[in-house]
C-alpha cells in the first residue's frame, strides 16, 4: 500500500476541487501523486512510510518531520529531535511553536 493510502485512507474528496482531500485530522490538502501533497497549512509535503497510525514527511524548509493520527498537530523534527505544535485557525498565517528554546516561528516570514 502506498504512504498516502494508508495514513490518510479516510481523506474524502473536496466537491468541486479535483484532487484537494480533506482529512478529519490531517486538515486540507491536495494529492499530487503517490507520495507529494501539498498541506493547506504546511505547503508541499513527501509522505514516506506505510504506517496507518503515523508517517514521515518531507519539508523543504524543516526536513524530516514525523506526525500521525493521534499526534497531529504536534510534529516531530528530526533533525533537531524536537517537537513543534502547529497553530491551527491563524488566519492567513502559518504557526508553529518549538519546544525546545519556547518560541514561536511564522512559517510565512522568517524564523
Known amino acids: 500500500m502506498k504512504p498516502l493510502e494508508t495514513l490518510l485512507a479516510n481523506a474524502a474528496e473536496i466537491d468541486g476541487m479535483p484532487n484537494w482531500r480533506k482529512s478529519n485530522w490531517f486538515g486540507s490538502f491536495y494529492q499530487a501523486n503517490a507520495n507529494w501533497i501539498y498541506h493547506a497549512d504546511l505547503g508541499w509535503l513527501y ?10 514527511l518531507w519539508s523543504m ?4 518531520l514525523w506526525t500521525g493520527k493521534n499526534v497531529y498537530p504536534y510534529l516531530f523534527r528530526q533533525e533537531e529531535s524536537n517537537w513543534y505544535l502547529l497553530m491551527k485557525n491563524v488566519p492567513s498565517r502559518t ?7 519556547r518560541q514561536w516561528i511564522d512559517w510565512n516570514g522568517e524564523e
Request: proline share 5%; aromatic share 20%; charged share 25%.
Open 47 to 56: 509522505v514516506s512510510g506505510d504506517n496507518p497510525e503515523g508517517a514521515w
Open 95 to 101: 504557526l508553529l511553536f518549538r519546544y525546545a528554546d
Open 61 to 64: 524548509r524543516l526536513g524530516w
